[in-house]
């Protein structure tokens, strides 16, 4: 986690009144949110919230309806998904985007192509056996297929793939979703392997064990709302919070 001193540092990322409206829904109103270099933003909030939607705006799947995003000082709210991703947004999904077909070394290398510019595949595999070993994976066979490896494991390997794209920005949907205990832990490792490196995390997750250990700062949207940002004990404390989303509710549905 960061040492506090954000004020004396300039954001990664800043949101500002971003808006998303589809049609007559509002998936976003007016969300406004800083993520620095080095620190874990949690973005929570009941399903349907807008979590998902807000991600998919950051990586440029969906356009702004209203509102600037500027990364790393250059607004990109108009900027394509590639062109994002080239420039250091790193994100993983709900259910892991793999290849089926392919052994676990081709996952690697095919999703690890964006650190083309940053490294080769020399330097991914000089790289590769320290993140592994952050979320127990490092005995794994690298020329097996993708179908040896559980869920879990799957969900770890996206995670340790994105890693290698050396992204400044790392967008992780649910990555704890579905996973036992002990491989959440390896969820948070990784994170904070990511950290060390410098690189912003924004966090969604239904595991409140997890949020609150490891996030710097916690956004809590409703119904496309942005209803709180705080820290951790502000969050947990924050009544309306209570009321919207630490209260009870299914957690099961995708956003």
Known sequence: MNDGRNAARKPLLVLNNVCKNFGGVVAAKNISLEIFGG?????????????????????GVYKVSD??????????????????????????????????RCDVWTNIIMG????????????????????????????????????????????????VRV????????????????LNNRETQYVAELIRYAVKQGIGVLLIEHSM???MSICDRITVLNFGQQIATGVPDEIQNNQEVITAYLGGGDDDADD
């Open 163 to 178: 890693l290698l794209s050396h992204p400044s920005l790392l967008l992780l949907d649910e990555p704890a979703a579905g």
């Open 67 to 100: 509102g600037t995003m500027v990364f790393g000082g250059k607004d990109i709210t108009k900027l394509p998904v590639y062109k994002r991703a080239r420039d250091g947004i790193g994100r993983t999904f709900q259910h892991p985007h793999l290849l089926d």
């Open 39 to 59: 620190e874990v933003v949690g973005l929570i909030g009941p399903n349907g919230a807008g979590k998902t939607t807000l991600i998919n705006l950051i990586t």
């Open 112 to 159: 690890s192509d964006m650190a083309a510019r940053k490294g080769s595949k020399a330097e991914v595999e000089k790289e590769l056996p320290e993140i592994l070993d952050c979320c127990g994976m490092k005995n794994i066979n690298l020329n097996a297929p993708l179908s040896e490896l559980s869920y879990g494991q799957q969900k770890l390997l996206e995670v």
């Open 209 to 211: 064990e997890l949020v």
